[in-house]
Each structure stands twice: as structure tokens, then as C-alpha cells.
């Protein structure tokens, strides 16, 4: 694959140079001199200087033939979204991902319509609520492209649904129920499935039903 | 008429003062608090201390029920956001961009943002100045 990668800092190099090892051709954009000068000694013509949100130099990069992958991971967001933006809207790039530093950005990438993305802070936001359990609906995945997302909810003792069949619930629109995590052993949530305390159970769901979901499934 | 202005530095606190002085409810939008003084003394007009990128910071200056939102600080790419965001999510119908680059300029115009890039102005006028020169000169 051609992959272009806009943004020579720690998370650009280390790109730059695990793709190349893998044998795929790569260009790395940087505009900083400083950063150009040690990524030249390193990777040679691989890397060119300049603004990657400028458009002779995405060209000079080769934007136009196009790549298969543009991957925008500067640590600033409004340029990510731009090159993002260019790159596929521009110059059809058929797949670009895009980091995002801030996470309070990540609705403005969604807005316009720049997905994949990846959020380091949100990432560890979503192992820390994976680990304490005082989080009662944890977040496992986002389905950005199908605006759908997966969590799971343990069951507590005071459950308004402990002892009721899946069949039985009013979820939320939106959401459905997933399986269901006994003692180790999973299965698929049917409508006979019998819900009990304890029971570890996965919910597709649209984002923004988590407080209805908890409602039927946790009454609060 | 209310209007907002993001980005208050030698161009936006221009733009604010003279929409003000227009009869506009002008709310400037900047993340340093010295912007304010920019806009002088007797500023009238309102302003909220933060960065355009922030939807709160934008809710905060009134972009729910602004007439027209100008984008005019000093970061292209700043400005290309904001004004998206200012054009889709709150679906400002007067929504107006500086844009130094030509290039990006001229590609979001074509998608709908209106930009105004001051470098293509000043080349226009330029070479208008330099075409001046060329008349026919009196023979001393």
C-alpha cells in the first residue's frame, strides 16, 4: 500500500517506521525544521517538509495519485481534520484515519465526517471504566461508521430485571441485548434468556440510550 | 441583528468595532484576555474569554441565535473548523471565514464556506497598482 503519514512527531516516526518495516511505501510529512532534520537522518527521501495542510505539499507527497491510506496524526486537531477533509474530499483518498489530542474535538471530526478516529485520552477514559466497577454501563466499543456502540452492564441483586426474560424487558428503541455472562459461561440473549444478579450482559445500543438502557436494566 | 466575532486580533476587533458602530449586538470571541483591550475603552459590545473550538465557549457568545458569525483568527485551519461547525451544527446561515491560503480557500469555497482570503486581495491589488504604473508617462 501507499500510505501517507501527515505529522512527523513520536506517534508519525513510529508509524513511518513499523509500515516501512512491513513493507509498505510511505511518505512522512513534517513541518517542523527541527523534527525534519533528525526524521532526514533516519528516513531520507522518505521524508519531506512542509504544512500538510498545504496543498502543494500534499502534492508534492504524491495526494494525487491517490494513496490507499492517509493517516492525519499531527498534534493539532484543526489541521488533522483538514488534511482529513482534503485528502478524501479533495483528492479521493479512499481511506483516511485521523488522530484527535483533544477529546472534546471528537464531535467536530463526527460532524464532518472524518472517521476512523483515534483518541489516546478517550482510550484510556475507556479502560479506566472497564476496570472500576463502580461504572456500571462500560463502554467496549464505538461503532462510529454504524453510530452504534457496544456496552455492558452487570446485573446488580436490586435489579428491577433479576428473574425476568429477555422477551419480558421494555428496552430502550435502539437497543438490543447481546449475551449474556454466567459464571464464566456465555451465551446469546434470546427472548427466553432468564436475566439473575450478577450476570455480565452485552447491549448494542445507538449512542445517547445509555441512561434509558440503565433505567430498565439497573432503575437508576 | 446579532453578530459574532471569532478571533479578535488586528482584523476581527475592526470587524467587531464597525459592526457594532453599525447598530449590530456584537459578542467578540477570544482565548487571550488582552483582545479585549484591542477593542478600546468604550467597548459596548459583549465578550467571552475562550477558544472557538469550544461549543461552549461559542454557546457562550450567543451562536444559537446570532445573525452572522465571522471566523477570523489567526489559524487557517482554526477558521475552517469553526466555520463548519458554525455552518452545520448551529446552522448559521451567515457564516463568513478568513482564510490566508488561497488554496484552501478557494476548495472550501467550492464546498459551500464562504472564505475571504485577504492574501488574494492584496495580490489583485498589487498587481493593479503595478498595471497603474504602466500608463503612459509625460515626458519630463
Not at chain 1, 84 to 110: S, T
Not at chain 1, 150 to 170: H, N, T, Y
Not at chain 2, 76 to 99: E, H, M, S, Y
Amino acid at each position: 500500500m501507499y500510505i501517507l503519514v501527515c505529522g512527523g512527531g513520536k506517534v508519525g516516526a513510529n508509524l513511518a517506521r513499523i509500515l516501512l518495516r512491513s513493507g509498505h511505501e510511505v511518505t512522512l510529512i513534517e513541518q517542523r525544521a527541527d523534527r525534519f532534520a533528525s526524521l532526514e537522518e533516519e528516513f531520507e527521501h522518505i521524508v519531506q517538509r512542509g504544512d500538510a495542510t498545504e496543498l502543494f505539499i500534499l502534492e508534492r507527497a504524491g495526494i494525487k495519485r491517490p494513496p490507499d491510506l492517509v493517516l492525519a496524526v499531527t498534534g493539532d486537531d484543526e489541521d488533522n481534520l483538514v488534511i482529513c477533509q482534503l485528502a478524501k474530499e479533495k483528492y479521493g483518498a479512499p481511506k483516511v484515519i485521523a488522530r484527535v489530542n483533544d477529546p472534546r474535538n471528537q464531535a467536530h471530526f463526527d460532524l464532518l465526517g472524518i472517521s476512523p478516529t483515534i483518541c489516546a485520552t478517550s482510550n484510556i477514559m475507556g479502560l479506566i471504566e472497564h476496570e472500576v466497577p463502580e461504572h456500571e454501563l462500560v463502554h467496549l466499543l464505538e461503532l462510529r461508521r454504524e453510530n452504534l456502540e457496544i456496552v455492558e452492564v452487570q446485573i446488580a441483586e436490586d435489579s428491577p430485571v433479576a428473574g425476568k426474560r429477555v422477551e419480558k424487558l421494555s428496552l430502550p428503541e435502539g437497543s438490543r441485548l447481546i449475551s449474556v455472562t454466567r459464571n464464566g459461561e456465555s451465551e446469546i440473549a434470546v427472548g427466553a434468556t432468564e436475566l439473575r444478579p450478577g450476570d455480565q450482559v452485552l447491549a448494542i445500543l445507538q449512542p445517547g440510550k445509555e441512561d434509558e438502557l440503565r433505567k430498565v436494566l439497573l432503575k437508576r | 441583528m446579532k453578530a459574532i466575532v471569532i478571533g479578535c486580533g488586528r482584523v476581527g476587533s475592526n470587524i467587531a468595532r464597525q459592526l457594532l458602530y453599525e447598530g449590530w449586538d456584537v459578542t467578540a470571541v477570544d482565548e487571550k484576555e488582552e483582545a479585549l483591550a484591542r477593542l478600546g475603552e468604550g467597548w459596548s459590545g459583549g465578550f467571552v474569554l475562550g477558544h472557538g473550538m469550544d461549543v461552549d465557549v461559542l454557546r457562550a457568545a450567543g451562536i444559537d441565535d446570532a445573525e452572522a458569525v465571522v471566523v477570523s483568527t489567526d489559524g487557517d485551519n482554526t477558521n475552517l473548523v469553526i466555520g463548519q461547525v458554525a455552518q452545520k451544527r448551529f446552522a448559521n446561515p451567515c457564516v463568513v471565514v478568513r482564510v490566508l491560503d488561497p488554496a484552501r480557500a478557494a476548495f472550501y469555497e467550492e464546498r459551500g464556506l464562504h472564505t475571504v482570503c485577504p492574501t488574494s486581495t492584496a495580490i489583485d491589488a498589487l498587481i493593479e497598482s503595478v498595471r497603474a504604473c504602466e500608463a503612459p508617462k509625460v515626458e519630463a
